[in-house]
């Protein structure tokens, strides 16, 4: 992490779980932080502590009580999880969406598809994503296996504790290759004729904007993002959890894109809302209004203790 951030940022390393949330109200009131903001349960459980900071949460996957009750405000990356939120809190919310991530421009482009020695005519159909059960990586190979062309070929970046169970799926067909981490994934989405993404559960995946400014054909399953990310888009949804509904999807969109030449097989989407400028705005303003909002709401506690 500490050397993918800015040069203007500070990193102060947590290493250890123990004692977390201690920890960082020690480190907010070390620095005199205004404003403390977590990013997934255990982090915004720990933010909770952070008392001489307004606290704020992000929900990457849904409201949880244990972990975001005790926060000031929270941000949500899809509508469902901002309507879905108790009527009974009184912190503040926003909707405000991710944006994807811009890849560092010292890493060199590579031709993913002449690595994978593919040739002329062979369609490419490529996914991104932490190798892990959510994601359903495993659904994928196997809807690749059963329906794809014999000449299609299955490229998968990413790693995680599933990919010794992925190897073991994929071991007998080696259209299927298991790329691991790279940093090159902009270059790579490219190379792909179709991008899945075959997840189980899904708040706001970045692969998914990431193949849209690539402006790779999306088949994506119904999770919660995508559901909303891909609503008017030239995109393709096919229910969750379903193998053999996404591997004839995959079929079908393939079939399609053989008879398109190459230079036309780009998609053009929509993606004003999924600007990075804007998102960072509104989260700054968020910071203020729950900075104010806190602010308000311990007046009356403080005039109360005065008046006794």
Avoid at 280 to 297: I, P, S
């Amino acid at each position: 992490v500490e050397g993918a951030l800015a040069p203007g940022v500070r990193f102060h390393g947590l290493r250890l779980p123990l004692l977390r949330g201690w920890r960082v109200a020690l480190l907010a009131r070390r620095l005199g932080a205004d404003v403390c903001h977590g990013h997934l349960g255990p982090a915004c459980k720990a933010v909770a502590y952070a008392g001489s900071a307004a606290r704020v949460g992000t929900l990457h996957v849904g409201y949880k009580a244990h972990h975001h009750a005790h926060l000031d405000g929270l941000i949500c990356v899809n509508r469902a999880q901002h309507d879905s939120l108790p009527k009974t809190r009184d912190s503040l919310a926003r909707l405000i969406y991710n944006w994807a991530p811009e890849r560092a421009p010292s890493v060199p482009a590579a031709d993913l598809r002449a690595e994978l020695g593919l040739q002329a005519g062979q369609l490419l159909v490529g996914s991104v994503g932490r190798l892990q059960h959510a994601k359903g990586m495993d659904l994928l190979v196997a809807a690749f296996k059963a329906h794809a062309p014999a000449d299609a070929v299955l490229a998968i970046i990413g790693d995680g504790p599933d990919r010794a169970l992925l190897e073991q799926l994929a071991a007998d067909d080696p259209r299927i290759r298991l790329l691991g981490f790279r940093g090159d994934v902009d270059q790579a989405l490219r190379a792909f004729d179709l991008f899945v993404l075959a997840s189980r559960e899904e708040a706001f995946p970045l692969a998914i904007l990431e193949a849209m400014r690539a402006g790779r054909p999306v088949l994506a399953t119904a999770t919660q993002g995508p559901v909303e990310m891909l609503v008017g888009q030239p995109a393709r949804v096919v229910p969750v959890g379903d193998a053999q509904t996404l591997g004839h999807a995959m079929a079908e969109e393939l079939t399609r894109l053989r008879q398109l030449p190459a230079e036309q097989r780009s998609v053009r989407y929509a993606t004003q809302a999924y600007d990075r400028s804007h998102a960072v705005a509104k989260t700054l303003a968020f910071y203020q209004d729950v900075m104010q909002h806190r602010a308000a709401q311990a007046e009356p506690i403080e005039d109360e203790a005065f008046a006794r």
